[in-house]
């Protein structure tokens, strides 16, 4: 593992952001966070507020998904149901689970053909989800993949053509784009995994752990030190983007 020199840090803004959470970045470096009351906020690389979107019925998020240029996914875990939203968050359409499964839908995030991956905790199954013709398009059992009794799925994101399942227990589960599995990357105590060119990243030990997606070259980057340890990290192409249990701070990148 490579260590990167300490880059020279510059600070674009830095907000207060108690009970925040950091869910995603989209590919003009706009970040989206949820408040408190499970609202999604859009700030731009000012810091600024640019839109706001408020659920007409509460629910938790769990998860955001911002880099398709075409919509928004929102993913509400309690609610099972999968809110589309344009770049001004903007409602496009609202996709209720319960109708494609009997199970508890525990991952959710869109595919490069529109339709929808979900992680099926109940079934144990990766599901491939067409809304427009209300049924599933393609499931695959993972029994011989996964521990059914020793497992927590937290992270579904599709990246250049690969599925990327984080198991915060055993590591990061790799698929093709049409649900075939492929390989594990061995990174337990993981919930959310990020990407930026052709590296994977995530946060480890207060630092920013990079692994390029095919030499499988590794590189640490060191972080700005706080007082708090950071809590969720996202990497765009000019910004980055850090979250400590009370604040949200910014750096351009160099």
Do not use: C
Not at 58 to 68: C, D, H, K, N, Y
């Amino acid at each position: 593992m490579g260590q990167a020199p300490a880059p020279a840090w510059s600070l674009a803004f830095q907000l207060p952001a108690k009970g925040n959470a950091l869910l995603s970045i989209d590919r003009f470096d706009r970040v989206y966070l949820s408040d408190t009351r499970q609202n999604i906020i859009q700030l731009d690389t000012l810091g600024k507020v640019v839109n706001t979107f408020s659920p007409p019925v509460q629910g938790r998020v769990a998860m955001l998904e911002a880099w398709s240029p075409a919509k928004i996914l929102v993913f509400y875990d309690d609610r099972q149901r999968v809110q589309l939203l344009d770049r001004f968050l903007t409602p496009l359409g609202m996709a209720d689970l319960r109708e494609f499964t009997d199970g508890t839908i525990r991952a959710a995030t869109l595919a490069a053909d529109d339709r929808l991956w979900l992680f099926d905790e109940t079934t144990f199954r990766l599901l491939k989800i067409d809304t427009r013709v209300n049924r599933a398009v393609f499931e695959n059992p993972l029994e011989l993949l996964l521990d059914r009794r020793q497992h927590d799925i937290t992270f579904l994101r599709e990246y250049q053509s690969k599925l990327y399942m984080v198991d915060r227990l055993s590591g990061i589960y790799v698929f093709d784009n049409m649900g075939n599995y492929q390989k594990k990357l061995p990174y337990p105590n993981l919930t959310y995994v990020g990407f930026v060119g052709d590296e994977l990243y995530y946060l480890s030990n207060n630092q920013l752990q990079f692994q390029h997606l095919y030499t499988f070259q590794t590189r640490t980057l060191p972080l700005p030190e706080q007082t708090q340890p950071y809590r969720q990290v996202l990497v765009g192409d000019k910004f980055i983007y850090l979250l400590t249990s009370d604040s949200l701070f910014a750096y351009r990148r160099k």
